[in-house]
């Protein structure tokens, strides 16, 4: 048989359970060699769902690491552990898949980022699922080819800043950005200087700009529709959303539901995105996605949440350096 | 045959046209019985289609003004002359239908708006058609009865900020705008320090945001979609434009067109809005909306303009008085 | 002023009701100067909302007739009269706008049809307002481009036969003709020998079918969806039925409205109607619609019930002539 | 390793590869063991897609049985072949996964259920990819739920026959057939007695109805659109053909793609079947759909073709014996 890639899955909570599992079963060219969870009722699903298929079970993450003949991990562990649990893999010579985001301090991203750089021949992935969607693949297909001119403008929810650095190109630097968000259902938010629906602006040098809206609103389901705008067409993403294709015809009117959240929506991407870094790490290919994005990503995350918080305009020169003033 | 609203119009030109054969044709309970042009081509227009059906001619305003009976007007003329129209008309104790805006100027906009008020017996109307559109309607009783909460957000084109007073409710007083904008297709829009494609947020006070859109490239044709998000649910309008009910399958897949206009998209509701307006009058009942918020309207686009130039967050206090600082 | 039709109005019914308000209020070349209805009830509407604007009510049919100055006659009164008040209206030598079906007996259809061919300068349309609706007629232009090729196959309600004369040519002559119904919520229905749902298939020669539905049970509203499909494309008007442009997101899904009944769906293309036929009265110029279409279409519905009733295929020659058995 | 399905692919053609590839890759608990084919082509296209995963070749069928542990055999030869290797297979002992249809032929489509109820405990399934797919097996939940009262009419594509029985019932039984077809692209047809478009027409004792049509002229793709009508409601499945969520919008409008053929509609669906087959087998589990159907559903095709063909209308008793005449 040819060669598979050994993997092992760190982290077995809700996220960490789908890409142990998405290994196991639906990515042919892996083989799910091992994982590892610190948590007691994580290792007992594990010992159902995993161990019987040949998985060994570790409750040390660097003792998973020295499992024979591993070739990488795939980290789905709490936000707080993502950067030195990759780190670390790295350090032991394996190609790592991490859930975003690498870290929520932009400090730490970078020394993922910067490690990573050290082994260049490691594949090191931070997985931003829409980027393995069929539908925005099709839809930026659709902006490389043309078929809307230039695209200028998105319009997408907060968890889609890095399909911006995507649809864009990923060396567009922010140049402003402006955000405000209230406290809708959740007064007790204010203590935590948090909001419950929030929205920002960002625009970047090269006349783009990126709408973003986040919501913990939304009663109906899943949404994440969004719009890229060019400057001779437009394509929108999911702008009916639905589960599945049934429309049901009654009294009230015709009704369609909605997935209830993101997997529900996104599950064939994290199956796509699973086989592609697979690929990439067996062929010693490319990988779909610049890690640096990750960093990116944050980073403007970053801004959006201080202009939300202060009330200023963040502003960044030609070169992506943050301005001391939000005065002109 | 009861009374019917003698009505004149005042502009001839794209709008104008359209008001007049609303009144002539499509509002049964007035009467146009007179019309003023200073063009000669309008003119023309109007002695093949307005006078042979009883409609006086007039180059002058201040003359049709006289005309015997005269109860009202509807002023169609250029931006710049509504509100001098719109008071000359009041003088003259007729009733006044205004195209939007009032004026761009907010001080002559309150002077419309205090003439209106020392008159009381006259009915003033500033006319937003979405008020008078159908969907838009069921969206507002929809928010009304409660069936998506409390509407705390919504998403729309710039051209709606009336809108905005509408589903959020007429009292509500702006807290902070920001707004960033590109030339995307026309460079030369520099010089004039405007842009082609503008997005703006706006902050009210009691925790409402409204996010608008704004572009010049829409290649499809006019598509004015709006959201209303609440605490509990969400309304659409338009998130599927569609100039009829035609889908047209093809090798290259399901297609359908889209109005090329406004007037495509709103032709009823600017006939709603004449027989609405007319019946205010004749049964002296209260409009369908406040001329006030034709001034709130224009103070909040002003916000968005500067805020759009300078790169500035726009602050008011509680009572809507403007800050004089970004800063917090 | 220019010359206006001058109009009647025969039946104050549902539909009566309508026809007079469209020629009263919204078909401006023409004037509604009398109405005529035998119901003391129907005419104490007429009372309040006719006569004020000049209308004469009349209670017998023959002296409305004789109004002076009468063009033309609009006849919504009950199916079994359509005909006789068709022809009366025509020996008095007014053009005549009758509601379909001119009767439900091809020997009375014929009469009328015969009597109009007599008096070629008078104007006779029997309305089928689907003809009027603006996504209907584009459906049909696109098929005259040849945009879906020839059009070989259409789906849709069994109200709509007169769609297929319309879409496959009016000279176009039906081939065989099967029929089968069930009585899924009123099974007393079988001692009239009718039934509440049914389903029927035309074929026609020269290579084209028809399929029809008709139910009794749309819990929803109105719907009629069609399609027309071609050799190299399809259309289809109204797949996804709406009152208007609003959806619901909600817990349970999203949801959207479907109008009422037919005139919730249709109530533009019955304005058109009375336009268009207002129009080709005062300017002799042809109808939108051939009358012995009114025939045609009632003698394909005659075939398409005898099929349903007695389960027999029903057969007719080239030239649209019955054949005795439906054995082969 | 908990105990896997030993299973073997009889034909890599189209569909046999999909199958194949299935089994390999998407079927957890399976194990493609081995794989047979009579074609030099599709041997090589097997040598580096299955052999180098440990999937024995074999250029005869009958020793492919031969494989040792071999607890399955999906089979995707030609039609005509079809039910000889099911029955074969039923012979070694081994669980059978058959495409559609068992045969074209009734008298052998019994003779593989007469097989297989020798050999209970066996799993012999016939595989109608429709009843795993999401949408349909949504759309079915609704009906056994009582969402729109009792199913009472369906409209769907010839392919679908399976479908009535399992919306109406397994133990429904034909009452009428009439069907017509027309040669609107393919007159070469006719030399064949076959058709290019044609509808049909099954009602069944109990007050139900089936509508089917079936064409090659699909320009714009695979639609596979079905309608469910209930008494009190109605479901449709995939009334907006679509292949992904993305919808360009241009100058000529808006424009969604749909899937070029059925296995870009029904994908999931194969992989969903791999799974409950081979789930069945290893648990001894009921299949999810009778074997019996797949002859019901091929002697009401066969009524269909007889009844387009004769032009005239077949009739069962209620016992589904078929009536010497089509006179009532």
Redesign the interface.
């Given at each position: 048989?040819?060669q598979r890639l050994k993997i092992a899955a760190a982290g077995l909570g809700r996220m960490g359970k789908r890409h142990a599992l998405n290994f196991?079963?639906?990515t042919?060219r892996a083989e799910l060699v091992a994982a590892f969870t610190p948590d007691a009722k994580e290792r007992e699903w594990a010992k159902t769902n995993l161990e019987?298929?040949?998985v060994t079970l570790y409750d040390d993450y660097l003792k998973m690491l020295e499992h024979p003949g591993l070739n990488a991990v795939v980290i789905g562990t709490a936000t707080t552990v993502h950067a030195e649990e990759a780190i670390q893999a790295m350090q032991k010579n394996l190609h790592v898949l991490c859930e975003k985001p690498l870290s929520t301090n932009l400090d730490i991203c970078r020394q993922v980022v910067a490690e990573a750089k050290r082994r260049p021949h490691l594949k090191v992935m931070c997985g931003f699922s829409r980027r393995f969607d069929?539908?925005y693949r099709?839809?930026f297909n659709?902006t490389q080819k043309g078929?809307?001119g230039?695209g200028?403008?998105v319009?997408m929810s907060v968890h889609d800043i890095d399909l911006t650095l995507w649809f864009f190109g990923d060396d567009i630097v922010p140049k402003?950005v402006?955000?405000?968000?209230?406290?809708?259902?959740q007064p007790a938010l204010e203590k935590y200087n948090d909001f419950d629906?929030a929205?920002g602006?960002v625009?970047f040098w090269g006349?783009?700009?990126a709408?973003y809206?986040c919501?913990r609103?939304?009663?109906?389901?899943q949404e994440d529709t969004t719009e890229i705008?060019?400057?001779?067409?437009?394509?929108?993403?999911?702008?009916?959303?639905?589960?599945?294709?049934?429309?049901?015809?009654?009294?009230?009117?015709?009704?369609?539901?909605?997935p209830a959240d993101y997997y529900g929506r996104f599950e064939m991407a994290f199956v796509q995105e699973s086989n592609e870094f697979t690929e990439a790490c067996l062929e010693n290919k490319p990988l779909p996605m610049k890690l640096d994005n990750a960093v990116k990503a944050v980073e403007i995350g970053a801004a959006l949440q201080e202009a939300l918080v202060?009330?200023?305009?963040i502003?960044f020169d030609e070169t992506g350096k943050r301005q001391k003033t939000?005065?002109?």
């Open positions: 048989m040819p196991l079963n639906r042919p019987p298929y040949g069929a539908s099709d839809a659709k078929q809307i230039r200028v403008f319009d402003s402006s955000a405000h968000g209230i406290r809708a259902v629906n929205v602006i625009e006349g783009k700009i709408y809206y919501s609103m939304m009663a109906h389901g705008i060019g400057t001779e067409g437009k394509l929108s993403v999911n702008c009916n959303p639905q589960i599945n294709l049934v429309n049901h015809y009654h009294p009230e009117g015709i009704t369609r539901k909605v202060t009330g200023r305009q502003r939000s005065r002109l």
